[in-house]
């Protein structure tokens, strides 16, 4: 499945999420929708929770995320996974491997790594 694909899924996720709705117009959803939202695990999104990466609150044993924080996480991942990206590019570059197989670059990637760690 493609990024894109995903996308659209989450969209449509986003569509059938039946939740509280504030007067500012964000929602209140559990943990297990927040989950299915970022593709990962309940227990991954109360481990983020409880490390203060996504604000929540809790009614008794329950926590609830507002729709909006949940969304802003996302789209610091996002930026994260892209930045990472441009610096794998950049580096590729640098290292001219662009016109290498993929092996080749493989290869470099692991020795410019032992440089980094200074092994």
Known sequence: MTTSDDQKNAQADLETIVVQEEPDGDREISTQEAA???NMTRPTV???CEEG???FRKITTHRRLWLSDVL???EKQRQVAKEALDDIS???YELGLYDQTPED???AMRE???IRKGS
Request: charged fraction near 30%; hydrophobic fraction near 50%.
């Open 46 to 48: 109360v481990k983020l």
């Open 112 to 114: 410019l790594r032992k």
């Open 72 to 74: 802003n996480y996302c």
């Open 53 to 55: 990466a996504i604000p």
């Open 36 to 38: 299915d939202l970022l």
């Open 105 to 107: 670059v493989e290869v």
């Open 90 to 92: 950049d580096i590729t």
